[in-house]
């Protein structure tokens, strides 16, 4: 008697289970992403629009990687999920070196190039779509990037055997599903997004402010200026109390304070 098959079959990652448990990973991403907004400083919390146009970017991109493997890992006739847990594996590692790549290249390109609206975080004052957009379009690129450099990884010999072995001990094929697709994702993905949103967000701890010219204003400029203009103001103070002195008993020759 042949020995029983193990792992999940060909279409389990998109079936009804396998949508279901999607659609609570889905759920618990968010409520990732919600808990580091309240984790946040209160001076440093960013506007409910501002976190939706930050996690959006993440979630489109999340989406993308996901649908990928959800299709990349049917492409055989070998165990699906174990071949799904092994390109969410290296996303969380590779990947993950790969997006902060991708994302400090396109940061210092934009940046160098005065495309203040493309920086990641910033969206203008007021907020603007068409800066969303944009960036939008930008981590998507990133994403493509980093999926096609993991799926030339995976043409490396060697991943057949892991593959094989990767959940063999699980006889449950409903169980290996809720392992590779909710267990493991729900707790790497907590870890990813919470990285990738600080990385994608406005530096609000630095609170420089890009004008559409693209020079930076810092806060340390902007108090700079003001104690300058302070001090203009308060040292005229007493020039023009004398002014006004000299005005009322009709003495002339001095020139009013200006400033």
Known sequence: MAPAAHGCGSGALL?????????????????????????EPKEERRPWKIWFYDTSKQAIGALFIHFANVFLSDLTEEDPCSLYLINFILDATLGMLLIW??????????QRQKYTYLVFGEYGDPPQAAAWIGQCV????????????????LLIPGWTKLQEILLDYIPNPQLELVLVMLVVPFVVNAIMFWVVDSLIMRKYKQKDTLDINGSIETP??????????????????????????????GITGFMPPFG
């Open 101 to 110: 790549f991708g994302v400090n290249v396109v940061s210092w390109i934009v």
């Open 15 to 39: 079936g009804r289970f396998g949508v279901l448990l999607q659609a609570v990973l889905a759920l618990g991403a968010f409520s990732t992403l919600m808990l580091k907004r309240f984790k």
């Open 220 to 249: 340390r400029a902007r108090r700079t200026e003001e104690s300058q203009v302070y001090h203009r103001q308060t040292q005229l103070v007493p020039a023009r109390l004398f002014w006004h002195f000299c005005s009322r008993k």
């Open 138 to 153: 930008l981590y998507l690129l990133i994403m493509v990037f980093e999926k096609t450099v993991i799926s030339l990884v």
